[in-house]
């Protein structure tokens, strides 16, 4: 059920969907995430390494949740539920992501929060993504990921030159949000 409000969440060209229906499901998705047990179910699941974080990512629950936050707020901030997402989306991203999968979202979904609210997405980069000199795991694993989905887009390097930069320097081999949770260089 998480999964098929995170596809409905997602932004179409045409409304699929009626829009008093998509601002039920919109308050369905933001209320589920706020349900600490999907959270501690993620947490708490043992993960041998194997399985990178955008697989990861798609597979559980709370993850899921997460994109189809990401999803919500793609609708504009005209949308009832933008906000609210917003909000939800804010409290997700401040946990410590054990397995980096919320991470592996926000590096896949960064171009639809650019793209309909950069003033708010600016100013967390370097926190999201890192900033000159210091690269965290999970702020690999989003910059990767970002790299991998979006390939190559100007204004989106531009944004993440520095925290490229980062990485580039990295004594330490990158952390890659897909494939493997091993360290490559």
Not at 118 to 137: D, H, K, L, M, N
């Amino acid at each position: 059920s998480v999964s098929l409000l995170g596809l409905l969440a997602q932004r179409h060209d045409s409304p699929a969907i009626p829009e008093y229906a998509m601002a039920k499901f919109a308050e369905m998705l933001i209320s589920l995430a706020a349900d600490e047990t999907a959270w501690n179910e993620y947490v708490s699941s043992r993960e041998d390494g194997t399985i990178d974080a955008l697989t990861i990512s798609i597979n559980w629950q709370w993850p899921i949740r997460v994109r189809g936050l990401i999803h919500l707020m793609s609708h504009g901030k005209e949308a009832s539920w933008f906000y609210p997402a917003r909000s939800a989306l804010s409290a997700e991203l401040e946990r410590d992501d054990p397995h980096g999968a919320s991470r592996a979202v926000l590096g896949e979904g960064i171009g639809r929060l650019i793209k309909v609210d950069p003033e708010w997405v600016y100013p967390r980069v370097p926190a999201w993504f890192g900033t000159e000199g210091q690269i965290s795991t999970l702020q690999q694993i989003a910059l990767t990921t970002a790299m991998a989905v979006h390939r190559y887009s100007a204004s989106l390097y531009g944004l993440l030159c520095t925290p490229m930069i980062a990485a580039i320097e990295s004594t330490e081999p990158v952390v890659s949000g897909w494939h493997t949770n091993t360290r490559s260089e």
